[in-house]
């Protein structure tokens, strides 16, 4: 994109944030200014993504994405629901996959000297920003019946609701707030017993804000870690694969156009749905870079972040500029640490987790090549091998457990075996 095209693009987003900040436009105008922010944020990419998808008749593509939604399984495993509270009021849901011995649940036992049995290892995993508990959903399937497994919504995320601070104090959203609903999950679904912290992206990012807030849990009870696609700060310099001047015009108006399409959700929300074609062509850009992922998978990327609401999308995003954990990292030196990255990851990319890798230089770190930000989703099989080896290594499985591979996100066609 060139300099004056990137221009145009930063002109067009300060008239959309105008028009939003006034009295509540039309239909037509919801849907220029939701067309104008995801212009801004895919930027270049968003031009050829917009010719490709007008080739193809609106109403076929629309049935396809209903096919998808009908017959795809993702995002359909459910555990055990609970409900924690955070500091600030907001309900976090929660979901536990408990592991019963073989043969079913194990016979009641007198205990001598009141003694128990030590709790098992619980497996927390943290989800990203825009997505829901189920973006771990091979993770989650392989793990099933190997160990005991807690998913939770981030607040105003999935099931979770909304922000208390945020809808009624008007506060913004934080990732020390993001650490400590964590520890409020914790303190609900595993209350005692060894944990391994999983965080991707976002939740990466709350396990940091955790690390720095209850220093003296993770000492105490965490036994392994794993940060994927993940950073620990200067998330201000990445460039979304643009130009130069690209990306100076999106850190120049991203935030107050965001900021304005909060204030007209409502309307917003039915140009976003206009919108959806280019919208979905923008979420496989910076989502997947592989080209033979599974059309279902796709889709299930895109029902998560279109679920997202656009007043919780431009809460959330200010605070990553803000976010800076890296002193926090220390805490996990010494247990096993997994670092695991898609090279080809625009939001975060891998270099911030080769700046994690080298701050904690006995961790694994794994670059999977080919693959973008939904890594876990892009390539199931390695995160879920890498993730297995963890958890080994912790003790939290035996060295002899079956993981299940279940769960690549490629067609047989395309890549047989």
């Not at 104008?36 to 490709?52: M, Y």
């Not at 656009?310 to 247990?335: C, Q, S």
């Amino acid at each position: 994109m060139s300099e004056s095209s990137a221009e145009a693009v930063a002109e067009a987003a300060a008239a959309a944030v105008a028009s939003a900040t006034g009295a509540a436009g039309s239909w037509r105008r919801a849907t220029g200014i939701a067309g104008t922010a995801i212009g801004v944020l895919a930027a270049g990419a968003a031009a050829g993504v917009a010719i490709e998808r007008m080739t193809v008749g609106r109403g076929m593509r629309r049935k396809a994405r209903l096919a998808l939604d009908s017959t795809g399984p993702y995002g359909a495993l459910r555990g055990t629901p609970g409900k924690a509270i955070a500091d600030d009021g907001t309900e976090l849901y929660y979901e536990v996959d408990d592991v019963e011995p073989e043969g079913g649940p194990a016979p009641r036992r007198r205990r001598l000297f009141g003694r128990k049995a030590p709790a098992p290892v619980t497996v927390v995993f943290s989800h990203g920003y825009c997505l829901s508990q189920d973006s771990w959903h091979f993770q989650r399937a392989a793990l099933r019946g190997v160990v005991r497994t807690v998913h939770w919504d981030q607040r105003s995320h999935g099931r979770s609701g909304r922000g208390v601070a945020q809808s009624r104090d008007e506060a913004p959203v934080t990732i020390d707030q993001l650490g400590r609903d964590l520890k409020a999950v914790i303190d609900a679904a595993v209350p005692d017993g060894p944990i391994v912290l999983v965080g991707h992206s976002m939740g990466g990012m709350t396990v940091m804000a955790l690390a720095a807030q209850y220093p003296e849990l993770i000492r105490d009870r965490v036994v392994a870690t794993a940060l994927v696609g993940t950073s620990s700060g200067r998330l201000g310099e990445v460039n979304f694969g643009l130009p130069l001047a690209g990306v100076n015009a999106v850190r120049r108006v991203l935030p107050g156009v965001l900021k304005a399409l909060g204030t007209q959700a409502a309307l917003v929300e039915k140009g976003r749905r206009a919108t959806a074609d280019l919208f979905a062509g923008v979420i496989k850009r910076y989502s997947f870079a592989s080209r033979d992922v599974d059309p279902a998978i796709e889709r299930f990327a895109e029902r998560m972040i279109e679920s997202t609401p656009i007043d919780v999308v431009a809460e959330f995003y200010p605070a990553f500029t803000d976010h800076d954990k890296t002193e926090a990292l220390a805490r996990f030196a010494d247990m096993p640490v997994l670092v695991l990255a898609g090279v080809q990851d625009l939001v975060t990319p891998s270099e911030h987790s080769e700046v994690i890798a080298d701050l904690l230089p006995d961790a694994e770190l794994v670059l999977v090549p080919d693959a973008g930000h939904l890594v876990m989703l892009e390539h199931p099989e390695v995160v879920t091998d890498r993730l297995a080896d963890l958890l080994t290594r912790a003790g939290a499985v035996p060295a002899g457990a079956t993981v299940s591979g279940y769960g690549s996100s490629t067609s047989s066609a395309a890549r047989p075996g």
